[in-house]
Each structure stands twice: as C-alpha cells, then as structure tokens.
C-alpha cells in the first residue's frame, strides 16, 4: 500500500487511539476525585462517548478512526512497514501488531453501534472455556506471564524514552521534545501498571481454577481503587492513561509511519 495513502490511515487511527485513552483517564480520574465518572475499559469509553455525543457525528468519526488503526496495524504486520524482518524476532513483534489490530477491530465494531461487548466479560468467558480443558491452566498461566511480559517492556520503554525511536523528533523543538518525553514516561508506565494487574490475575486463574478472578482493564482500574490510598493510586494511573491518550496524539502528528 501506498506511503500516500497508509499514512494518513495510520495517523487517523492513532488519533482514535488517543481519544478512547483519554476517555478512560478522564473517566477514572473524576471517580477517584469523587466527582461521579467511573473505571472503564476502552469499550466503556466508547460507550461514554457514544452518550455525550447526541448527533451521534463524534461516534461515527471515532469508528472509522478506530478502523484505520486496525488496517494500519494490519498492514504493519502483512507488509513490514517498519523493517523487523521474517526471523523469529520480527516474526514476533509482527504477531503483535496483527494482534493489536484485533482487539482494535472489536472495538471499532463496537463504536459503529454493533453491539458487540467484549472486556472481562469475554475474557471470563475464553478462561473459563480455556480451564476446562487439560492443557488450560497452562495455557491461561502462560498468557498471564506473557501478558506481566508486556508491562515490563512498558516500563522499560518509559525508563529507555524507546518510544522516541518512532518520532520524528527532528522537528519538534528543544522544549517540545522535553514535554513529549515527559508526557510518553508517564503515559507508558501507567499502562504498565494496567497490564501488570491483569497479568497477575491472569496468572491467579490459573492457579486457582477460577475464572472469575480476571480483570480487564475497567477491572484493573477498579482493583487499585480498593487498595489503601486507592483514590491517590487511581488518581495517578488515570493521569497517566490521559498522557498515554496524549502520546497517541504525538504519534499522530510525528510519528515515522514507513521506515
């Protein structure tokens, strides 16, 4: 596919991104403020903003924008957009984009009024199905790890600013870069922390045989929020969701969409 038609396509999608990200931080920001608003994933964000838009205009520009994010991540994966390769390493973060695009595809269904709900509650569903199986537990157990996998490398792109290797930094100024780099430690360490949560009960599924035990990212909010200081602890991740919304809204602008 054409550099002249991706690219646009690619950061249309990224801005979606963006804007379900915020959503979210927004969302469990006022409810650790205690000022209504609650802990939801992306889809309850969708579904926020499917209530507040009332010509229904905003709902529609955000699927499409959550389809071209599934295309691009699709095409990243089909085409090598960015060079990783065919050996097993490429072939790896290759399966991730296509998986990205996936989970983005059942989102974007939702925010075109199809009514398709996913979350913890198909995430229950694929555990427990998954447990009643011999091999479950294991199965369960490993995408746990590797799901505890993924929040380590959030960490490590927010401590390394590996994130930057994608901008084109070049053409931001002294100060802009400064702000960016902030702005993407912050946001990338907060989805850290999501993801280390739901690994965690992923991996308590499987040692207990329970799949009423997972957590989706709502869930994740909504397990900080329990713990002591939990209204701070959310308060802080929200804020960080809002800034990984934000880096999105950097991507969009900066990012190299073809190497």
Do not use: C
């Not at 957009?81 to 269904?109: F, P």
Request: charged residues 20%.
């Amino acid at each position: 596919m054409a550099s002249s038609v991706i690219e646009p396509i690619a950061r249309f999608g990224l801005a979606a991104r963006g804007v379900v990200y915020v959503v979210v931080g927004v969302l469990a920001a006022k409810s650790a403020a205690g000022r209504g608003g609650r802990t939801t994933d992306r889809e309850g964000a969708v579904r926020a903003v499917e209530q507040a838009d009332s010509s229904g205009l905003l709902l529609v520009a955000l699927a499409l924008g959550l389809l071209a994010y599934v295309l691009w991540r699709f095409v990243q994966a089909f085409r090598d957009l960015e060079g990783k390769g065919s050996d097993a390493k490429g072939l790896g973060v290759r399966a991730g984009y296509a998986a990205s695009g996936l989970a983005y595809l059942g989102l974007a269904v939702t925010a075109g009024g199809f009514g398709v709900s996913r979350g913890s509650g198909s995430m229950r569903s694929w555990v427990a199905r998954s447990l009643a199986e011999p091999w479950g537990p294991w199965a369960v157990g490993l995408g746990g790890a590797l799901v505890i996998g993924v929040a380590f490398y959030q960490f490590y792109k927010a401590w390394s600013a590996k994130f930057e290797d994608h901008l084109r930094v070049d053409r931001m100024t002294a100060g802009a870069r400064r702000w960016m780099r902030r702005i993407g430690r912050f946001g990338l360490a907060a989805r850290g922390v999501t993801f280390l949560i739901i690994g965690w009960f992923l991996v308590q599924a499987a040692l207990r045989m329970n799949a009423r035990v997972v957590r989706d990212l709502g869930g994740a909010l909504r397990t900080l929020r329990q713990q002591e200081y939990g209204a701070w602890l959310l308060g802080i991740v929200a804020l960080g969701l809002m800034a990984y919304g934000l880096l999105s809204f950097i991507d969009a602008r900066y990012r190299r969409i073809i190497r």
